[in-house]
């Protein structure tokens, strides 16, 4: 059964700092991996989608990497913003079908 | 494009009420539907998915149910409510073979008293 790790669980940066978020995942029979947003008390924003044949996605501040041998993708956001405060969340879709999800990474920027 | 409608936003019931919450997709076909629900303070759990109309997979046994009556639309439902089931519960949509982004619903804040 597939499952995703996401470390940290926490994170607390002063603004304008590059970051990296890290998800792992144990199964490497994948067909994607997507990082999502989720800010407090709603649902959740698709940032970047990586196919299981890509090696990265860029999308503005953000790139993500996917290592699928390895079991392992990355977030890094560039120049952090306090609006970039919410909780980051990865997830893997592979042969079941279904969307496997990390239980996420709480990001606070510092003004 | 694609949008993902799903209500109620927020819902109290009583124990031991019915429940029903509705999605439904706009924009394509044939899509993926998904119920989750993430509990205070954890992540998301998977509840059930369809790959069409009448197909219903569940993932953890569970007071809940889900139906999809037309290819678009997706309900969870209970009969009797129980206080565990408190939560927020998100719809979402992928494509057949996800090949593009999976997309959320704004959610139900739903809280059984």
């Known amino acids: 059964k597939q499952e995703v790790t996401q470390i940290p669980a926490a994170l607390s940066v002063p603004e304008g700092e590059n970051l990296v978020l890290n998800c792992s995942f144990t199964?490497?029979?994948?067909?994607?991996l997507q990082w999502f947003r989720q800010d407090p008390g709603k649902g959740l924003t698709s940032l970047l989608l990586?196919?299981?044949?890509?090696r990265e996605q860029t999308s503005g501040r953000l790139n993500a990497s996917l290592d699928k041998s390895s079991g392992r993708s990355t977030l890094y956001i560039a120049a952090s913003q306090p609006g970039d405060s919410a909780t980051y969340l990865c997830?893997?879709?592979?042969?079941?079908?279904?969307?496997?999800f990390g239980s996420g990474t709480q990001l606070t920027v510092l003004p | 494009s694609q949008t993902i409608h799903q209500w109620p936003a927020t819902l109290v019931q009583p124990v031991g009420s019915p429940l029903s919450l509705e999605c439904t997709v706009e924009?394509?076909?044939?899509?993926?539907l998904y119920w989750y629900r993430q509990a205070a303070g954890r992540g998301l759990q998977l509840l059930f998915y369809?790959?069409?109309?009448?197909?219903i997979s569940s993932e953890v046994p569970q007071n809940l149910s889900a139906s999809r009556p037309q290819d678009r639309q997706f309900i969870l439902s209970s009969k009797k409510l129980l206080l565990s089931d408190s939560g927020f519960y998100l719809c979402?949509?992928?494509?057949?073979?996800?090949?593009?982004?999976?997309?959320f619903g704004q959610g139900t804040r739903l809280t059984v008293v």
């Open positions: 979402a949509w992928g494509s057949l073979w996800m090949n593009t982004e999976a997309f």
């Open positions: 199964d490497s029979a994948i067909y994607n």
């Open positions: 990586i196919q299981s044949s890509q």
């Open positions: 997830a893997v879709f592979g042969s079941a079908r279904q969307l496997t």
């Open positions: 924009g394509t076909s044939n899509p993926n």
């Open positions: 369809s790959v069409g109309i009448g197909q």
